[in-house]
């Protein structure tokens, strides 16, 4: 049915249009839109969460650490977990949202501006006379300045929620002692171990032994399906390939930038400040003013005499003990009026008296070093790679669409696509539905895996479609050769049937050596044989399992010493003699502050997380996808 539709599919886009729009006219558009607003995922105060949005949030995280950590594996963001993990932070921040909007809770006009007055990544968007670059903002962040003050808002007021638990929190020192004196607390022990590959040599297993075993674990002793596979992946790197630039076109860029591929042209200079206020009274401004008019004239008189008159008056505590010297000075790094007198001046000349935010300057140049821009053959590769990067977004989308179609519209190879767009179909082998440690690339993604074994692509053998992943990333593979899972025979697997069932065996007779030793020495103390004794905790466990600081951390301190026992499943069996108890060493007076501080912060957290899950229930927070076994790994990230 498939292959008819893409056979003959411009007739029946036709068809389907002449059927569609008279449908438009006569119910309307709004009709069709209560069902194209995607799978509900979560519900908070009575608004939906879709499966577009959650998957929209998660490209935008996952962007984002792209950007902070490029090396980061691929297959921790892709996978089931760490989505849910967006999806419980998207639901989290719509309670708190809801909880702030109930309480009406606001944020003034003045704080505000505080806190946009202190942001140093804002200042960067003010141009040299001090005015917002609105333009340059928008491009930086993908938002107007309009749509970051709302989103400002909206966190401020949603901190103020959660800040009211959090912050309100507190411990008094016993408090914290009675948890901290638990968590130090060390005993004084010794072990005997009863290791099961002390065992092994006990155990005897006959062939019916080894095919009951085999038959009772079968799950164990199965080869994973896997697949034989051929890709194409679409990047900015490729689609700069299909870029055609013209010498004409590297040369104009050429001349447009020729300064930035040399080096600036740098001035050493020195500079005497009379420094005054911004907001200074006149009369202030105006007595500064006539002093630096009055070291002018000296100077012009004996322009050798510069560095000792900036040591004597300058003031500004930087220069003025190196005589007033400001080092080598490009472009860019000085205040416009002082730039602008620097840079008329030629060697050797001093400058009239110049007005800035921060007083009054007389400037010397002390040397220059012209500019120096390299020719063209020298940096066209850098050009040609520039002017590339830069149309490499847009050839990205017109390749992208046309990369789409032709993975769909000819199903039974890559070929196409790949000759087209001059990409290398890339293969690879043993691949399976979840991504290999070490995986890479589209290897690594869990939606192209899930795109490569879906039944279409495995019956068919067609090519999946195209699969965004990562940031201007797409791919799409077909599966060449498919091998389902199956269960291996006994006799390939015999050997690793049999270190099993010996091993599990093994431990079986350790465990029961130990409990038997154990029931032993607690009636004939004198009988036991026990290690060097170690000082553990669960801070220092001294190599110790962690069954045996347990078991030792639990025994009775009224009751020492004493006689425990710990199972430690495949690794056998451990008989704890406890002999005292050992007081934790009392911290240093700042030490301790600390540690109240700690669990003070310990205290808010746990309280801000009754606090939240309290506002959930109010607001009828629910997730409504299942969710993965190991979310909780994802969460603690």
Do not use: C
Not at 4 to 11: L, Q, V
Not at 538 to 566: C, F, H, W, Y
Not at 616 to 621: L, S
């Amino acid at each position: 049915m498939f292959d008819s539709f893409r056979k003959y599919n411009k007739i029946i886009m036709v068809f389907l249009f002449l059927l569609i729009i008279p449908s438009f006219v006569l119910f309307g558009v709004d009709r069709y839109q209560g069902g194209g607003q995607g799978e509900k995922v979560a519900r908070v105060a009575g608004t939906d969460i879709t499966r577009p949005e959650w998957d929209a949030q998660h490209r935008n995280e996952v962007d984002r650490i792209r950007q902070q950590a490029p090396t980061i594996d691929p297959a921790m963001l892709d996978s089931d977990a760490a989505r849910y993990a967006t999806l419980e932070r998207m639901v989290r921040e719509r309670v708190l949202a809801a909880a702030a909007s109930k309480s009406n809770m606001s944020v003034s006009e003045e704080r505000l501006a505080r806190l946009f007055a202190a942001d140093p990544g804002l200042a960067s968007f003010r141009t040299a006379e001090g005015k917002f670059d609105r333009e340059t903002f928008i491009r930086a962040t993908g938002r107007t300045p309009e749509q970051y003050e709302a989103s400002v808002r909206a966190d401020l007021a949603t901190q103020q929620v959660s800040l009211g638990v959090s912050g309100t929190a507190f411990a008094t020192p016993a408090q914290a002692a009675v948890t901290l004196n638990a968590f130090y607390d060390r005993r004084e022990i010794q072990v005997a171990l009863f290791k099961p590959a002390d065992f092994a040599s006990k155990v005897s297993v006959s062939d019916a032994d080894l095919e009951a075993f085999y038959k009772a674990h079968t799950a164990q002793f199965q080869q994973p399906e896997r697949a034989k596979v051929e890709y194409l992946v679409l990047d900015l790197e490729a689609a700069k390939k299909n870029i055609a630039v013209s010498e004409a076109d590297l040369r104009s860029y050429y001349d447009q930038n020729a300064a930035r591929f040399g080096s600036k042209e740098e001035r050493r200079a020195s500079h005497i400040l009379i420094a005054v206020p911004q907001g200074a009274p006149a009369a202030e401004r105006e007595q500064a003013r006539k002093k630096a008019e009055q070291l002018l004239a000296d100077l012009r008189k004996a322009p050798n005499t510069f560095a000792d008159v900036a040591r004597k008056n300058s003031q500004d505590p930087g220069s003025a003990e190196k005589g007033g010297d400001l080092d080598v000075v490009t472009r860019g790094a000085m205040v416009k009026p002082f730039e602008d007198a620097l840079f008329a001046l030629k060697k050797g000349e001093i400058s009239s008296v110049v007005e800035t935010e921060f007083g009054y300057h007389i400037i010397q140049v002390n040397d220059i070093k012209p500019a120096v821009v390299p020719p063209f053959d020298k940096v066209r590769a850098t050009i040609e790679n520039e002017v590339r990067s830069q149309q490499a977004t847009a050839e990205f989308a017109k390749a992208a669409e046309a990369f789409t179609d032709i993975v769909y519209q000819q199903p039974d190879s890559l070929q196409p696509a790949a000759d087209k767009l001059k990409l290398t179909i890339q293969t690879a082998s043993n691949v399976a539905r979840t991504p290999l440690p070490g995986a890479t690339g589209a290897l690594a993604s869990r939606n192209f895996l899930n795109a490569l074994f879906a039944p279409d692509t495995l019956e068919r053998k067609h090519n999946t479609e195209a699969i965004e992943i990562g940031a201007n990333q797409l791919a799409s593979g077909r599966v060449v050769q498919y091998e389902p899972a199956r269960a291996l025979p006994l006799d390939e697997v015999k050997d690793k049937v049999r270190t099993q069932l010996v091993a599990e065996r093994a431990a079986a007779l350790a465990r029961a050596e130990g409990e038997a030793k154990l029931a032993a020495w607690k009636a004939d103390p004198a009988g036991a044989s026990f290690g060097a004794p170690v000082t553990v905790s669960r801070l220092d466990p001294q190599s110790q399992p962690l069954p045996v600081i347990e078991v030792a951390l639990r025994a009775d301190t009224g009751k020492l010493p004493a006689l425990v026992g710990a199972d430690l499943g495949a690794q056998g069996y451990a008989v704890v003699r406890v002999i005292k108890n050992v007081p934790r060493t009392p911290p240093a007076p700042e030490m301790a502050k600390q540690e109240t501080e700690q669990y003070a912060q310990a205290v808010g957290g746990a309280e801000t997380a009754a606090y939240y899950n309290l506002l959930k229930n109010r607001f009828k927070a629910e997730i409504l996808v299942p969710k993965p076994a190991d979310s909780t790994v994802a969460a603690g990230r």
